[in-house]
């Protein structure tokens, strides 16, 4: 059995499910509105169509709303974290693949490096903490 202090504790994940709250919360505000300021500067582009973005951005805020709910959970429910992690992985793969193809600026791909980051913490502790 590993002795060494565990780096990636309960506490640190319920910390970064509630910044994932506030970091989705902006990635739909900024699907919702990508001609602002912040918008231009992360690189999002007025391309796709109000439902599109729409859809897209309720989806980001409903996803963010589970992972606030995931916080203030006595246990966290860990299918539903790998669930979120598996989906934070694959969508920044989906804004790599998307730059690569030229579709999508190199800031989102730097914008969205908060999603793998996180997919990596929640999928790592996961593995980490296995039965």
Known sequence: MDERPALITEKLI???LRLSVVFNLGA???LVFPDNALG????FTASSSPLHTGVAALMVVS???AYGW????PVIDRPLLAVGGLIK???YLLFVGQWLFGVLS???V???TADIVLAILWLGWLYRTRT
């Open 14 to 16: 319920r910390h970064s």
């Open 28 to 30: 739909a505000w900024l």
């Open 40 to 43: 231009q500067l992360a690189g």
């Open 63 to 65: 996803l963010g709303l």
């Open 70 to 73: 995931l916080a203030q959970q």
């Open 89 to 91: 992985g694959a969508a």
């Open 106 to 108: 190199g800031r989102v």
């Open 110 to 112: 730097l914008f969205a």
